[in-house]
């Protein structure tokens, strides 16, 4: 026969699981699609330079996730002693932003410029974005924080890896406010603290059994 002790962990551990589970499984449901306001910029000078843009197509995505908003190559048939120019190249990334669950959707806008040099063999290119840098939109039930992320430069045109510009979307990932004083949440404990505070009386109801088990056995 097992200990009750034993039975009652190993009740505990499966109530622990089955929580996490649940938690894993309320991940909300997204889609997204980015859009360029232009698929390449045309660099001044000698030769035939620039940068190409991807246009992403729509895709999903579960609670908070990083995404990749654009692509970035660029090309030139410049001489590296006398590359293509690109000077204050504005851009702009419209998001199309979809909550599955309400079907609700929004449109947010990002933007910024590019400067810099390219040549056939050469590629030196910043990306500066304009604020806002950040955006929040409700849709439905759920809250969606969307930031501007990393830039990653292109490479030569040679080059087999692409640049790119990501964004962070965090979904419901807000610190909540403290509890009142005096009072509880409101909610139901963790399976964590459950567990926890099982284990704690468990260990109390053994002592005491032992207490009374030395009792008897002095009889």
Known sequence: MKRPTTVLLTALLALTAFGVSQTRADFVPWSYNWEPSTLS?????????????????????????????????????????QPDLITKAAMTFTLVLKDELSNQTATLKFGGFFNGSISATSANVQFTPTVPLTETVKL?????????GSYAPPGPPAASNAGSISAHVAVNEFTPPPPPHGGG????????????????????????WRKLRQRFAGV
């Open 41 to 81: 910029i045309k660099a001044g000078g000698a030769g035939t330079g620039g940068l190409s843009f991807t246009d992403e197509p729509l895709k999903h995505a579960d609670g908070t996730s990083d995404v990749v908003v654009t692509n970035i190559r660029a090309f030139s048939s410049a001489t590296r002693s």
């Open 140 to 148: 439905g039930n759920n809250t969606y924080m969307v930031n501007l």
């Open 185 to 208: 949440t409101g909610q139901a404990p963790e399976p964590s603290t459950l567990l926890l505070s099982c284990l704690g009386l468990s260990g109390l109801g053994m002592a005491g």
